[in-house]
């Protein structure tokens, strides 16, 4: 299966009253992995240096150098990871499923809405793909 292992830095930044200037804190990088076809997507959409979101689960591992040294990491099992989008754009373009029926199949109508939320509500199926009735108000 595919991997992408990854690192990701967090830097707090934080207001000096006295020069009255935003600051970096201290950094604290990340090693992260993420598997299978969502690892594929990471190496082809994601750059070093890029703004990233992620959610996944923070795991402890003790090990030993070969001095002997005692040594414990912190790393991410990513789940889900994408670009920010607080300071950037992103165009989403779905990859196809391989093989099996694994997992919920998205619905058949979902290539029929063009990929665009925010399109009228003319050009949708009935319901908007919510499985209400369509009406002027957004479905959130």
Excluded: H
Aim: hydrophobic share 35%.
């Amino acid at each position: 299966a595919a991997v992408a292992k990854f690192r990701v830095a967090s830097t707090p930044r934080y207001l000096d009253k006295a020069t009255n200037e935003w600051k970096d804190g201290e950094s604290l990088f990340l090693q992260c992995q993420i598997w299978r076809q969502a690892a594929e997507n990471v190496a082809e959409s994601l750059t070093k240096g890029m703004r990233v979101i992620l959610s996944g689960r923070l795991k402890q591992r003790s090990y030993e150098t070969k001095e002997g040294e005692k040594r414990t990491v912190f790393e991410v099992e990513v789940d889900e990871v994408g670009p920010s989008l607080r300071n950037a754009t992103a165009k989403v373009t779905r990859t196809q499923r391989a093989g099996g029926t694994g997992g919920a199949a998205a619905p058949a109508a979902a290539d029929s809405f063009n990929d665009d939320p925010w399109a009228a509500a003319t050009t949708s199926p009935a319901g908007g793909g919510w499985g209400t009735s369509t009406t002027d108000e957004p479905p959130f």
